[in-house]
């Protein structure tokens, strides 16, 4: 008879998308996991996009 | 300038860089600044009330064509006196939507703040940014109906953050 091998570890849970009151926690994981200048692109991002819709233009990035 | 043209974040901090203004970051881009996933369209600056940094502000507005975002659509340009006495100056410039802020929150000043803030190399720029916490605090007391959309985000950012920093010090 052999040795036993050890059960494999039960991996660990995956950490919560959503808090309580409702907040896209792997949004906010992902924007930490960025420099602050890539969170300052990122925000003018969003800004120019939305400006972009808002005047009926389609962005060809 | 364009009504319609987005305000252009990094311009208008090489900007206030540039002139020497003693500021701090706050509001929507210091949040984002910090982690938290917001939008905001403006940027908020926190300005030091000394009359040198005045002048400096001051010619920094009218190098940048600033006016007042009045909703009866008058012209009115900042100028020292404003500066000097009025609170809040939500401005339209060549590169966006400034608000020029002497105090947030409950009547805090730069010179309460001064000491809550990071300071964030961005590229080249090394400005100062208000800390999560006391962006939080300034919402909490500002207590505006978009103040509280947001608050929410930025406390389960704080809470995130303070795991990550938690796990690398162990």
Known sequence: MGT???????????????????????????TLSLTPLERLELLQDWVDGLAELRNGRISER | MDGSRSVKFRGLLQAL???????????GVAAQLEGAPIVTFDLDILYDKTPENLD?????VQELKARYRDPAGRHIEPDLAKLQTLRTHL?????????????????????????RTILY?????RVRVLELSAVIESKEQANRDKDRAVLPVLRQTLILKNGIRGAEKR
């Open chain 2, 91 to 115: 401005l339209l410039t060549e590169l966006g939507a400034l608000d020029l802020l002497s105090e947030i929150g409950a009547g805090r000043t730069y010179q309460d703040l001064a000491g």
């Open chain 1, 4 to 30: 036993p091998t050890n059960p494999e570890p039960e991996p660990a849970p995956s950490p919560p998308a959503e808090s309580p009151d409702g907040v896209d926690l792997t949004l906010i994981r992902w």
């Open chain 2, 56 to 60: 400096r502000l001051l010619s920094l």
């Open chain 2, 121 to 125: 190399e961005l590229g080249e720029d």
């Open chain 2, 17 to 27: 860089l540039r002139h020497e203004v003693d500021f701090l970051v706050v509001g």
